[in-house]
């Protein structure tokens, strides 16, 4: 009897023993595992800002996104999203073209837009009919498309960026100010091409000042224009501002009275936008939109001036796709061939 008391009572202090520990380890690693959750929850990875980046994927020309977005996460370390907005036939073939190739990697989300919302907002105009594709006018739509996020960037497809994207997000909008462009008067060492191709840089280009409801806005005709192929949006001011009808609005009043077409300088979805944002706009640094390359292919800027460039755009009839084109070697850099072999790049010896 004595020696089953003596067992018993040393099994109890080997019971004792082992709860304490439990106990022990409970009161000081927990602490310690706690630390490192919250170490995972505030590292810059986790914390990083996303920055959402609207593009759209347009049906013959889905190379151009393609090109555009490797040119951005190529010369980045942001925490990129990617938005690709296209019509429901053309997002299943754009989303194969991503996740089976070197892009697979990207963060991005697929949006369909719908073109019946343009139903009688655009007015049929047979010169230039790229001009009225729907997916041309998603940028009007971009509180509806994008709903998360308070800033967001929208880039025309026909650009390569090559700078760091982060850069151009961080661009300061003025209080009550619901976007940013790049003026078109803003960079001289454009002028001389300007110029040359008998581009047009003030509202007299894209506006008709012979119809009264646009010589009622008060806006002088020499007034400098701005492109809306690059845009940094404050999300929260579009929407306080119903920036979206204003657009709606000057489309169909378009529609009735034709107050601009695509004989003018910037075509059917800039127009609006100039009478929208006239005065009502912050500026974005004009390194961050080189444009109208694609305008002539005749007229080349210098080869030093586009590798100081943040941002390529080839704005115009002559995309570095197709030929002929200019500068066509700064976009194809970025271009990765299409892995189902339907788009194909237009040259010369092709």
């Known amino acids: 009897m004595a020696l089953l008391?003596?067992?018993?009572?040393?099994?109890?202090?080997l019971l004792i023993l082992t709860v304490c520990a439990i106990l022990y380890n409970k009161v000081h690693k927990a602490p310690s595992a706690l630390k490192n959750d919250a170490v995972d929850l505030e590292s810059p990875m986790e914390m990083e800002e996303e920055i959402p980046v609207v593009i759209c994927a347009a049906a013959g020309r889905m190379g151009a996104t393609v090109a555009?977005?490797?040119?951005?996460?190529s010369n980045t370390e942001a925490n990129v999203l990617f938005y690709i907005v296209g019509l429901k036939n053309t997002i299943p073939h754009i989303r194969k073209w991503?996740?089976?190739?070197?892009?697979?990697?990207?963060?991005?989300k697929t949006v369909e837009f719908n073109?019946?919302?343009?139903?009688?907002?655009?007015?049929?105009?047979?010169?230039?009919p790229e001009l009225l594709q729907p997916l041309n006018f998603v940028r009007f739509y971009l509180p509806l498309l994008?709903?998360?996020?308070?800033?967001?960037?929208?880039?025309?497809?026909?650009?390569?960026?090559?700078?760091?994207?982060?850069?151009?997000?961080?661009?300061?909008?003025?209080?009550?100010?619901?976007?940013?462009?790049s003026d078109d008067c803003d960079l001289p060492s454009t002028h001389e091409m300007v110029r040359s191709v008998g581009m047009q840089n003030t509202y007299m280009g894209f506006l008709d000042y012979r119809k009264q409801a646009i010589r009622d806005l008060g806006i002088s005709p020499s007034t400098c224009s701005f492109n809306p192929g690059v845009i940094v949006a404050n999300m929260t001011e579009w929407k306080n501002q119903r920036l979206?009808?204003?657009?709606?609005?000057?489309?169909?009043?378009?529609?009735?009275?034709?107050?601009?077409?695509?004989?003018?300088?910037?075509?059917?979805?800039?127009?609006?936008?100039?009478i929208v944002f006239h005065g009502k706009h912050s500026t974005i640094n004009p390194m961050w939109h080189i444009r109208h390359l694609g305008w002539s292919p005749d007229t080349r800027y210098s080869e030093h001036f586009l590798q100081e460039a943040k941002l390529l755009h080839w704005n115009g009839r002559y995309k570095p796709w197709d030929y002929p084109s200019v500068h066509?070697?700064?976009?194809?850099?970025?271009?990765?061939?299409?892995?189902?072999?339907?788009?194909?790049?237009?040259?010369?010896?092709?």
């Open 5 to 13: 008391k003596k067992i018993n009572q040393i099994l109890l202090l």
């Open 68 to 73: 555009a977005i490797s040119s951005i996460y």
């Open 98 to 108: 991503i996740e089976n190739s070197k892009l697979k990697e990207i963060k991005f």
């Open 115 to 128: 073109p019946m919302v343009l139903k009688g907002k655009i007015r049929q105009d047979a010169s230039r």
């Open 146 to 181: 994008i709903q998360k996020h308070e800033k967001v960037i929208y880039l025309d497809d026909d650009i390569i960026v090559q700078g760091d994207i982060q850069e151009l997000y961080d661009t300061k909008l003025a209080p009550g100010h619901a976007a940013a462009f």
């Open 244 to 274: 979206t009808k204003q657009l709606e609005k000057w489309m169909q009043r378009n529609v009735e009275e034709n107050l601009y077409s695509s004989t003018l300088g910037g075509g059917v979805a800039t127009s609006p936008m100039l």
């Open 328 to 350: 066509t070697d700064l976009w194809e850099n970025w271009f990765i061939p299409d892995p189902s072999g339907k788009f194909k790049l237009t040259r010369p010896d092709s």
